[in-house]
DNA sequence: ACGCTCACG
DNA sequence: GACGTACGTGAGCGTA
């Protein structure tokens, strides 16, 4: 044999990758799929180009394979058919549409560059056990990377398994757990139980478990059947005996042959980067948009135009359009309308957009709805584009010509609410409350930002413009070309209709692309549970509450806000007394130069800017010093935060028609799942002081209503308990005892009773400090303790819930090997950063190490706000706000306690049946008529 | 537009 | 042995 490539030995790593797996897996896991050009199905052969991808880009360590192979099967009849003729008798022929994709996937893997292999009369088991053998024998490893258990019998002396499906590596101990013997005694079991996949006979009435449990008394199959008289039950006895010919059969089908003849030679397989030419060739030959994009910024090389040429019958057969590049109906007569209407009924699906005169959907008025129902076919609806570019006045007189509002919403409405039709939009919340408002209450519906969330949590943002550009290639045309920006900006309104028109209709037509493109993503990308369970119910359930909005008492905040001007003028006297000269307090510059360059006291210098820091850790530092400058600075500043940004800025939020604040949730804002709340940010009123708490006193009930709040105590040290398997915190929580007492108690060896205050509250920081990725340093600036201190506490804390360790060690590792880690729910959280070195590697560490936690907290309460308005139904309250492990809720006078029982009751089972938590959720729950008293 | 500071869980 | 550090957010202000 003569070969290029050399040869194959030691150190050496072999991957055999089974290819006929890949496409069965990518094929169930994907919708149907066809080329846009010529309707040939292709959802198998993207499937599959999309795991290859994944397995070539995945970085392994010291596992990477130097040598590759994917083996195929091939049909027709092998050697196994002459020694039993039903053997795979009962399998069903492949589904029509995956036919023709068979030698697609062929190609696909020579374009990924990678040998593929095939061998008429042989199946790729075969092989696959053939190549195994020969690189065993040549001193190398060798990885299967297939779940088929068929090939399990190849596993050990330096061959293992990789399930591609779980990520999971499977060896001997795998192996020894599902057939109950050893990889060499694999086959024995199989000769037993048979399989009806491949209709494998076996002994009848003989599963696994028995045959395991006779290969174990008798050694191995021969001496079994030889002593087959031996078996006390009878049954069994006769089984044995009556179908020992038929068990000799069996074994031979199963037994997977070393011998096939090969006409290349290991060290061929050698890997190769993929040829960036031939490899995007193919995939855009195949008109995948994502991937070729995806590869080809990979590859640094750039992408070719992808694309689909146009269908071959039809008589004029248009060019397929680019996004936009057809022109888009402007809809402004009555039968165009209903001609879109017909078309939506038929697609069974439509993107929808809406314009308005204001981001804030509470008072946004309906400007104009884009449609979109394929690529190339979208339009767009003005209603109400008023005079007014370059008319300084602006009569306000709506521009002729465009379809009445009402009538245009009263056609779509049955649209809009047929449960038939998918409504698909990106960050449909906004478009679903501006709906609302009309009386349409958009069903079913389906997000493009919450797509990409599940799937890309991490990796970067979901914004449209941000998804076009990455994942179709394309420039949205930016609004400010449209309304222009600062301040000569003007209302969506006042646009041009035929300047507004490609704007609108491109965004909806770009949306139904995402659509196309994330959806079957999901599947593949094992997020499908989390959109459709975490992501996609709660955004009816959040426009219901930021509708509803929360009471504010704007006579309250006032009051409060003259106090804290004249507190603010009197701390402002003294500063400038105590400086001896006058200085804008509320500028860090400036007081860190009065500070330590005027004063002299010490402190450092920041990184970036050089800029003194001035922040309340200095300030109190330098005030524990005895300075009253820092600490009449503190004091102005604690002032000064509570009035701009709480007792002045809240007041401007309140809806002149509701008289109610309407803050606006983002469900894909935050990277662990957390929702944020803008516009105003309700999460985030003050709690912690006594004059900050006064500020939820302005946040009222109805009259005649009560406030009621419930948050989960602990949530998240309780996810820890049970994710990290820590025995001893989880009896602390099941026994209901002071969490962070016990903590103390056991590391201190204190009782709980009578404990030292001071004990208590370190053992709390670290209790908090596990779930942030604990320091020594930020411990220690944490309790204002030194270094070594902390540290010991630290080590003491591990050396004594060991488990916690071992969590941390784990969640990193399977960070930097699958790139992201999952949340107890399946939510996915992507990790970029986690193999980076230097400085950011420890952040990126650390954020890995709280993303499940704290994601599978958001993921409970998710979970608890999504069965709320059906738990809470016949009951005469509403929820209004979440803040990351409470709900605000408004309920009438007298019905409070009902409520708080049913509530609780959602919310501490809001984990199952999902997950069985091995610690009680609990509840805690508070009524008042304001939000100081509720809490 | 960006950094600093600080409010929350 | 040194590096730099708690996790996740949003808003208002000063500065460039």
Redesign the pocket.
């Known amino acids: 044999m003569t070969s290029d490539a050399p040869a194959f030995g030691k150190g050496c790593h072999l991957h055999l990758i089974d290819g006929s797996a890949f496409i069965f897996r990518a094929y169930h896991a994907l919708p149907p799929l066809t080329r846009k050009s010529d309707g040939l199905p292709v959802g198998a052969v993207a499937g599959f180009c999309n795991m290859l991808w994944k397995y070539v880009t995945d970085e392994r360590g010291h596992d990477a394979p130097t040598h590759a192979a994917v083996i195929f099967d091939h049909s027709g009849q092998t050697f196994r058919n002459e020694i039993y003729d039903l053997y795979k008798a009962n399998r069903p022929e492949p589904p029509e549409d995956l036919r023709p994709q068979f030698p697609l996937t062929r190609e696909a893997t020579r374009a990924f560059n990678i040998a593929c292999i095939e061998i008429e009369g042989y199946e790729a088991d075969d092989i696959i056990a053939t190549l195994a053998c020969r690189a065993r024998e040549a001193g190398g490893a060798v990885t299967i990377v297939s779940s088929d258990k068929d090939l399990m019998q190849l596993v050990g002396n330096g061959v293992d398994m990789l399930d591609p499906i779980k990520g999971k590596m499977i060896g001997p101990d795998e192996v020894r757990e599902k057939f109950g013997v050893g990889p060499e005694r694999v086959v024995d079991v199989q000769a037993l139980a048979g399989d009806s996949v491949d209709n494998v006979p076996g002994a009848p009435g003989i599963g696994i478990k028995t045959a395991a449990q006779l290969i174990n008394d008798y050694g191995d199959l021969e001496t079994l059947l030889s002593r087959a008289e031996e078996i006390k039950q009878p049954k069994r006895r006769q089984t044995l005996i009556e179908n020992a010919e038929l068990i000799r059969v069996s074994r031979r089908l199963v037994q997977l042959d070393c011998e096939t003849p090969l006409d290349f030679t290991l060290g061929s397989l050698e890997m190769r980067d993929p040829e960036p030419e031939v490899l995007l060739g193919f995939l855009a030959e195949m008109e995948f948009r994502t991937l070729t994009a995806r590869v080809a910024e990979k590859l640094g090389a750039e992408a070719p135009a992808v694309v689909s040429a146009p269908p071959s019958e039809g008589p004029t057969a248009p060019e397929q359009p680019g996004i936009g590049a057809a022109g888009h109906d402007c809809v402004t007569d009555q039968a165009l309308l209903d001609r879109w209407i017909a078309e939506i009924r038929e697609a069974g699906h439509v993107a929808i957009d809406t314009e308005t005169t204001s981001l804030d959907e509470m008072q946004a008025e309906l400007v104009g709805i884009s449609l979109s129902v394929a690529p190339g076919r979208a339009c767009y609806i003005p209603v109400g584009h008023v005079q007014g570019e370059g008319d300084l006045f602006g009569s306000g007189a709506l521009v002729e010509g465009q379809l009445g509002l009402d009538a245009v919403l009263a056609a779509l409405k049955p649209v809009l609410e047929d449960l038939a039709i998918l409504k698909i939009g990106q960050n449909l919340k906004y478009d679903y409350k501006i709906l609302a408002r009309h009386g349409i209450r958009m069903a079913p519906i389906a997000d493009t930002m919450l797509m990409s969330y599940a799937l890309h949590a991490g990796i970067h943002n979901h914004g449209m413009d941000e998804l076009a550009e990455r994942y179709l290639g394309h420039r949205c045309i930016p609004i400010k070309d449209l309304i222009g920006s600062g301040k000569s900006q003007i209302g969506f309104a006042q646009v041009a209709i035929d300047k507004a028109t490609p704007y609108a209709a491109e965004d909806a037509e770009v949306t139904l692309r995402l659509w196309q493109n994330f959806a079957p993503m999901l599947p593949s990308e094992q997020v499908t549970t989390v959109y459709e369970t975490l992501e996609r119910p709660l955004v009816p359930v959040l426009a219901d509450m930021e509708m509803a909005g929360i009471r504010v008492d704007g006579d309250v905040l006032k009051r409060m806000s003259n106090v804290f001007a004249q507190k603010m003028a009197g701390l402002e006297d003294e500063i400038h007394e105590l400086a001896g000269e006058k200085f ?1 307090v ?5 007081l ?1 130069e009065i500070l330590f360059d005027r004063m002299g006291l010490s402190g450092g210098k ?4 050089g ?1 003194y ?5 200095v ?1 109190e530092d330098l005030a524990a010093e005895g300075h009253d400058l820092p600490a009449r600075v ?1 004091d102005w ?2 002032m000064s ?2 009035k ?2 709480y007792t ?2 809240l007041p401007t939020y309140v809806n002149p028609e509701t008289g109610r604040v309407h803050t606006s949730y ?1 469900i894909a ?4 799942g ?1 929702l ?6 309700l ?7 006594e004059e ?2 006064r500020i939820r006193e302005a946040f009222v009930a109805t009259p005649g209503h009560r406030l009621v709040s419930l948050d989960y105590s602990q949530i998240e040290l309780r996810i820890l308990a049970h994710v990290a398997d820590i025995p001893a915190l989880k009896q602390a929580f099941r026994d209901g005892i002071d969490i962070h007492a016990m903590t103390a108690s056991q590391m201190f060896g204190v009782p709980v009773e009578g404990m030292d205050p001071m004990i208590r509250r370190r053992a709390k ?2 209790n ?2 596990v779930i ?8 220690s ?2 309790l204002r303790i030194p270094r070594a201190e902390a540290q010991a506490f630290i080590d003491t804390y591990f050396e004594r819930f060991p488990e916690i360790r071992a969590y941390m060690d784990q969640t990193v590792a399977g960070a930097k090997e699958d790139g992201f880690v999952r949340t107890l729910f399946g939510r996915r959280i992507n990790t970029p950063g986690i193999n980076q070195s230097g ?1 950011a590697a ?2 990126a560490r ?2 890995a190490i ?2 499940p936690i ?1 994601g599978a907290a958001a993921d409970i309460i998710r979970r608890a706000m999504i069965r709320m308005p059906a738990a809470i139904r016949d009951l005469p309250a509403r929820m209004l706000l979440q ?4 709900l605000v809720f408004e309920v009438e006078e007298g019905a409070a306690d009902d409520l708080i029982a049913v509530a609780r009751q959602v919310m501490e089972n809001a984990a199952e049946p999902a997950v069985k938590l091995s610690v009680p959720l609990v509840v805690d729950a508070g009524i008042g008529g304001n939000w100081a008293e509720a809490h």
């Open positions: 804008n509320g500028s860090p510059k400036q860190g920041t990184g970036k800017t800029a820091s001035t922040s309340a850790d300030l503190l500043r604690q935060k509570l701009s940004t002045d800025a983002s804002g935050a990277q662990t957390r944020a709340s803008t516009d105003p940010n999460q985030n009123i003050p709690v912690r002081t900050g708490r920081a670290i908090f400090g942030y990725g604990i320091s020594g340093f930020g411990l600036r944490n400085p420890g952040g650390r954020a709280n993303a704290q803040v990351h492990d409470e």
